[in-house]
């Protein structure tokens, strides 16, 4: 027999609700990934343009944090035929979708931080 949590969910069912959490943290989290989907939300950009928008990223983690929001679906690759090749980066639809969210844990922190002074001074 399945036991009761407070929120009237098994332990089963609390498990595959946390394990379904981290997997989406996962797709966001992590260093540059939500500052990268932020500046994408403007526009396309090139990789040269999109490390000139970020500030002390490097080469190597700008390109292995853009393979893995392209392989989570959060970005689109787009190459184009002409020589030299150019390529744009751009958000996905799922990035459209986690906008609010996004901004509303922006809107969270910086009321937790406008507190913090409020009860420093």
Not at 40 to 69: C, D, N, V, W, Y
Not at 75 to 88: C, D, H, N, Q, T
Request: hydrophobic share 40%; with cysteine.
């Amino acid at each position: 027999m399945e036991i009761q949590t407070i929120a009237g969910l098994t332990s089963a069912q609390v498990d595959h609700k946390n394990r379904n959490m981290r997997r989406a943290l996962a797709m966001i989290s992590g260093k540059w990934k939500l500052e990268i989907m932020s500046i994408l939300s403007q526009g396309a950009l090139r990789f040269g343009e999109l490390k000139r928008a970020i500030p002390g990223i490097t080469q190597h983690m700008l390109t292995q944090r853009l393979r893995e929001l392209e392989n989570d679906g959060l970005v689109s690759r787009k190459v184009f035929a002409e020589i030299p090749p150019r390529v744009e980066y751009s958000r996905t639809d799922l990035v459209h979708e986690v906008c609010p969210y996004m901004n509303g844990l922006l809107d969270w922190y910086l009321d937790q931080r406008h507190n913090k002074r409020a009860t420093e001074s």
